[in-house]
């Protein structure tokens, strides 16, 4: 059965330091991976995506992602964090191709030290 | 505007009364599903529909019901709702397909619901 991890609750960063935010999956075949943001009384709006391709994923906000299939991890990064970067952070996964499971990760939060 | 609408944005109801959470979306989309949101579980899905009159369940099916009789429309039912249902409620579509597909989730804003 397929499953996302993130082992940290709770992240906290300095502004203008580099952030990690982690994420490792199980699937039986090729991942589809996925990061979204949450901002306070929102929806989730969708970061990035690993399909195939360049194992560096760029997306919005200066946000990227690392698969690396070896370790199972899609690690979410960014080089300089902003205040406004502090949200709720969701990884998730789907298979390739099975079906049109989501499977999500139990959330991180970021919080951007001024 | 490219959007997913959900209503209502909160309600509150008590046990064993009918409700119906809407969910439309207006990008032609074929996939739609429902997920809840719950303090460290996550997000978790309960049903997905993969076109009209297509519907499979999540994880967290029981207690729920759905219905995909138009493309846009895929309305959450809870016939009886119960306390263990209070939570956050989101919607969701996206294209369906491939490699070539978006495969990028758009969300609504959300529903939470109280089951007192």
């Known amino acids: 059965a397929q499953s996302v991890a993130q082992p940290e609750d709770q992240v906290n960063v300095a502004e203008g330091n580099p952030l990690t935010v982690k994420c490792t999956y199980s699937?039986?075949?090729?991942?589809?991976l996925f990061w979204y943001v949450q901002y306070p009384n929102r929806g989730l709006q969708f970061l990035l995506k690993?399909?195939?391709?360049?194992?560096l994923v760029k997306g919005s906000y200066g946000f990227e992602a690392e698969f690396n299939k070896s370790q199972t991890s899609f690690h979410l990064k960014k080089p300089s964090a902003l205040v406004s970067d502090s949200a709720l952070y969701f990884c998730?996964?789907?298979?390739?191709?099975?079906?049109?499971?989501?499977?999500f990760g139990t959330g991180t939060r970021l919080k951007v030290l001024a | 505007e490219a959007q997913v609408t959900q209503n209502p944005r909160y309600l509150i109801t008590v046990t064993g009364k009918k409700l119906t959470v809407t969910c439309s979306q207006n990008?032609?989309?074929?996939?739609m599903s429902w997920y809840r949101q719950d303090p460290g579980l996550g997000l978790r899905q309960i049903y997905y529909?993969?076109?009209?009159?297509?519907?499979d369940k999540g994880d967290v099916p029981e207690g729920y019901k759905v219905s995909r009789k138009e493309k846009r429309n895929f309305p959450l039912i809870l016939e009886s709702p119960s306390p263990n249902q209070t939570s956050l409620y989101f919607c969701?579509?996206?294209?369906?397909?491939?490699?070539?597909?978006?495969?990028?989730?758009?969300f609504g804003s959300g529903t939470q619901l109280s089951v007192l």
């Open positions: 969701a579509s996206s294209e369906r397909g491939g490699f070539g597909a978006s495969q990028k989730l758009f």
């Open positions: 699937v039986s075949g090729n991942p589809y």
């Open positions: 690993y399909i195939t391709g360049d194992n």
């Open positions: 998730a996964v789907r298979d390739n191709p099975g079906t049109y499971k989501y499977i």
């Open positions: 990008m032609n989309h074929e996939y």
């Open positions: 529909s993969m076109n009209v009159e297509v519907t």
